[in-house]
């Protein structure tokens, strides 16, 4: 089953009102939410966290930093706030000692990225043996794949790639927002997509309010699990 990770973000920023955004989709049947380290204190993500925990619901922190320091930054925040994945940087090298003994299960970026919001550049050969890297260092336990933010490629096709090339989750991220996109990555064997910007920007049916939009989403991706 393809999984569904609300990011209670826009634009790669943690929305003003990410607290009372989480407290409308309690219940509606999310197993996963995340947010950036940007846009919000971690006094805020904590409290986001802890009320996640308490649904039994894991926590994502999405790191976009554009250097290596501020990187290990949003990685150390990620760990005092105590969220369960940590997705997206550039530097898995370094990062990996950072979460040794955590639990905290790691996906970087495979891919050249460049920018905030993150685009993601390179051919889809390319970026697939750069995951086959990345999925053999240890500490790292899948990828957040940007999709829909390469320029030119074939989201299937990339998609695909990448899956092929690794054996850990392969988390597909940034600017999804149809329904149509959910069935490419789910047939394409994503192992999960976010959706951020395109739920705060009601882009699916029942919005503009988030739990309606939610509940759509998990329709559909159930629909995709029964009809593969």
Partial sequence: MTEF????T???VTVPNARAAYEEVRGAGLRYVGFK???????QLRAI?????EDGVE???EVVSLTADDEMRSIDTGIAIGVDWVLGGTHADRAVDLFRGTGIRYCPFPGMISGHPSVLHGSVSGIAEHARALSHLNGVSGLDLLVYRHPTADPSELTRAVVDAVTGP??????VCSEDQIQVLALAGAW????GSAIFEGCFSGGPAIRPQVRRVLDVVEACTTTK
């Fill in 5 to 8: 990770v609300l990011m209670l």
């Fill in 10 to 12: 826009h634009d790669d």
């Fill in 37 to 43: 380290d940007i846009g919000a204190t971690p006094k």
């Fill in 192 to 195: 999960a997509f976010t959706i």
């Fill in 49 to 53: 966290t802890t009320a996640a925990h």
């Fill in 170 to 175: 392969v988390i597909a991220a940034g600017s």
């Fill in 59 to 61: 926590v994502m922190l």
